[in-house]
């Protein structure tokens, strides 16, 4: 009964956002936009497609990969270091990691705006990809470091004994253990960069750059009382985030519950 109660406070919007992204804006201003009316149209469709949004999801995957390879790449390495090398060092490293949990983007926008600048970065992808992987990379860290920590260590010494390097171990016996986090942690920072809004306005200025939130907000602004077509532009903006999730549905169920089977 509960799961059905979520169903509907969960589904309810996502419905009233695909109807009424199908409704002209007279009839949504006339009748009820719950239920769908008889002059159904794909202009506002239409009207979005025109308006550059190809290019705009094409900007928005390309920086979610980017953030997503560097973060998890990064932050798995850094586990890895961490849990096999328990030293000193170590220690200090982690819990510097952990000290980028407590501070806010906000507090350091304004100097991540300079270092952008310097490094001429600015109205690129690539701004965009590199402070987002690095704000992704302390919980990233955090989770993967204490997944690995349960990880046997009679594993590690079994193919140490059979000649393989770090990279061998981390290739052949952490990876595929560790791949129910690594899947978890990399939803994790995908979303975040997908529906990242603050970096997009600050560190980028030209269309050709634009992704998805800041490009929808735009178009928003331009259109205020036309409300279909505003949802007929958010619709599309999480149709990838659906399909990605009904092609990998079971993989992100397998890895967001594996810390319970465990």
Do not use: C
């Not at 804006?25 to 308006?51: C, D, H």
């Not at 980017?66 to 849990?83: D, F, P």
């Not at 200025?205 to 939130?213: C, D, E, F, T, Y």
């Not at 990838?240 to 594996?258: C, E, H, K, M, N």
């Amino acid at each position: 009964m509960l799961a059905l109660v979520w169903l509907v406070f969960a589904g309810a919007p996502i419905y009233y956002m695909a109807i009424v992204s199908f409704e002209p804006q007279a009839s949504f201003l006339s009748a009820n936009p719950w239920y769908p009316s008889t002059g159904l149209t794909v202009s506002n469709y239409t009207a979005v497609l025109s308006n550059g949004f190809g290019g705009y999801l094409l900007n928005s995957v390309i920086t979610t990969i980017g953030t997503t390879l560097l973060a998890v790449s990064a932050s798995l390495l850094a586990a890895h270091v961490i849990v096999r090398r328990p030293r000193r060092l170590s220690g200090t490293i982690f819990r510097t990691f952990l000290v980028g949990l407590a501070v806010p983007i906000q507090a350091l926008i304004i100097p991540l705006y300079v270092e952008v600048l310097h490094l001429g970065l600015y109205d690129t992808l690539g701004a965009l990809i590199i402070p987002m992987a690095a704000f992704g990379v302390p919980l990233t860290v955090l989770i993967l470091v204490n997944f690995l920590r349960d990880v046997p260590r009679e594993l590690i010494d079994a193919v140490q004994i059979d000649g393989a390097g770090p990279v061998r171990q981390l290739t052949s016996l952490v990876i595929p253990i560790a791949r129910p986090a690594i899947i978890t942690v990399a939803i994790y920072d995908a979303l975040n960069a997908w529906n990242n809004f603050l970096f997009p306005l600050i560190f980028t200025q030209s269309k050709g750059v634009a992704v998805l939130p800041l490009a929808i907000f735009d178009f928003s602004s331009n259109r205020q009382i036309d409300v279909p077509a505003v949802m007929a532009a958010v619709f599309l903006s999480v149709s990838p985030l659906f399909a990605l999730y009904v092609g990998a549905r079971r993989q992100i169920v397998s890895g967001l519950t594996a810390g319970f089977s465990r």
